[in-house]
């Protein structure tokens, strides 16, 4: 059974740092490409960083770029998101997501964890 557990998320204030881990199984991890998004109340959810399936490239939505590190280990069926310099604004709900394919044009979801939360508070 497919199963991603996201971990990492707390509160951090302006310009602080978390990292996020997703511990993946009951699929072939080094398949797919792995992202994360996020829920945000009222926008609902948006993406956040994807990587491809052997780690080759990565991508990121324009407002997280330079700030945010998304990385795979397919040794440990594991991805992780590094993010720095924390705002107000990445406050939400953070889900690791997988894509159905391995190098995506545009990153997908078909699967998803239940998320762990950030929280942007001074």
């Known amino acids: 059974q497919l199963q991603l557990v996201e971990s990492g998320g707390g509160v951090a204030q302006p310009g602080g740092s978390l990292r996020l881990s997703c511990k993946s199984s009951?699929?072939?991890?080094?398949?797919?490409?792995m992202s994360w998004a996020r829920q945000v109340p009222g926008k609902g959810l948006e993406w956040v960083a994807g990587?491809?399936?052997?780690?080759?490239?990565?991508y990121y939505r324009d407002s997280v770029k330079g700030r945010f590190t998304i990385s795979r280990d397919n040794a440990k069926n594991m991805v992780y998101l590094q993010m720095n310099n924390l705002e107000f604004e990445d406050t939400g709900l953070y889900h690791c997501?997988?894509?159905?394919?391995?190098?995506?044009?545009?990153?997908?979801?078909?699967?998803w964890g239940p998320g762990t939360q950030v929280t942007v508070s001074s």
């Open positions: 997501t997988k894509d159905n394919r391995a190098t995506p044009r545009v990153f997908e979801y078909d699967s």
């Open positions: 009951g699929f072939v991890f080094s398949d797919y490409a």
């Open positions: 990587i491809y399936s052997d780690g080759s490239e990565t």
